[in-house]
Structures are given as structure tokens and as C-alpha cells.
Nanobody, 128 residues
Framework: QVQLAESGGNSVQPGGSLRLTCAAS????????MGWFRQAPGKEREPVLC????????YYADSVKGRFTLSRDNANNTMYLQMNSLKPEDTAVYYC?????????????????????WGRGTQVTVSA
């Protein structure tokens, strides 16, 4: 059973930066796609950044292009989300997600209905 644990959430001022970490354990599949989602109060969960099985493709939500970067340490099944130039509208609970099936592109990984595993989330608050 795959388990995902997020860390790094915090309260920051607009324009600040945060780095989120997702540590995965219990991974036995050869196929392991990962991604970040977020959910703001009163809104649906939405994709932020995702990678495919080999970590070689990335899907960006338009609202974070140029500000957020995803990286992976495949040897340690760890994923990072570097968030720069944070805005109040980035306030949300950020979730790590994973899918352990073949032929998973970043686009598929970024579909809420295709996620196999979820972390518990970490709160990011951006306010003055």
C-alpha cells in the first residue's frame, strides 16, 4: 500500500516562497506517476503540476506557470513543489497524489478521477 506524506506548508506573505515535499513509501510498482493538487475553501480540488510514469513530462495549470516548479528524486520516491511569487489566490490545502499504472502521462496524472493514492494535505496560506 502506497502512502504519501506532504510537508512544508506554512503561512507566507504575498511574493514569498515555499517548498513542499511529498515522501512516498510502500512503492512496489514499476509505474509511479506523481502530481500536486490543491483545494481552496469552497472550491473543487484542482491539479497544479504533474509528471508521468518516468517523470519526463509535466503538466502546468495556467495559473502557476512561471512561478511553480515540480521536481522528483526518483531514487527516493520523493517529489518537491517549489512555489515562488506566491499570491493570495494560491491559498489552499496542497495534496500529493500518485498513480501506479502503466501508460500514465502527466495529463492523465492530473485528472482527479485517475488518482490511485492521496496524501493528507498540507496547508498553504498566503496573506499580508
Amino acid at each position: 500500500q502506497v502512502q504519501l506524506a506532504e510537508s512544508g506548508g506554512n503561512s507566507v506573505q504575498p511574493g514569498g516562497s515555499l517548498r513542499l515535499t511529498c515522501a512516498a513509501s510502500g512503492v512496489t510498482s514499476d509505474y509511479f506517476a506523481m502530481g500536486w493538487f490543491r483545494q481552496a475553501p469552497g472550491k473543487e480540488r484542482e491539479p497544479v503540476l504533474c509528471t508521468g510514469n518516468n517523470g519526463d513530462s509535466t503538466y502546468y495549470a495556467d495559473s502557476v506557470k512561471g512561478r511553480f516548479t515540480l521536481s522528483r528524486d526518483n531514487a527516493n520516491n520523493t517529489m518537491y513543489l517549489q512555489m515562488n511569487s506566491l499570491k493570495p489566490e494560491d491559498t489552499a490545502v496542497y495534496y500529493c497524489a500518485a498513480r501506479t499504472r502503466p501508460f500514465t502521462s502527466a495529463q492523465i496524472m492530473c485528472l482527479v478521477t485517475r488518482v490511485d493514492y492521496w496524501g493528507r494535505g498540507t496547508q498553504v496560506t498566503v496573506s499580508a
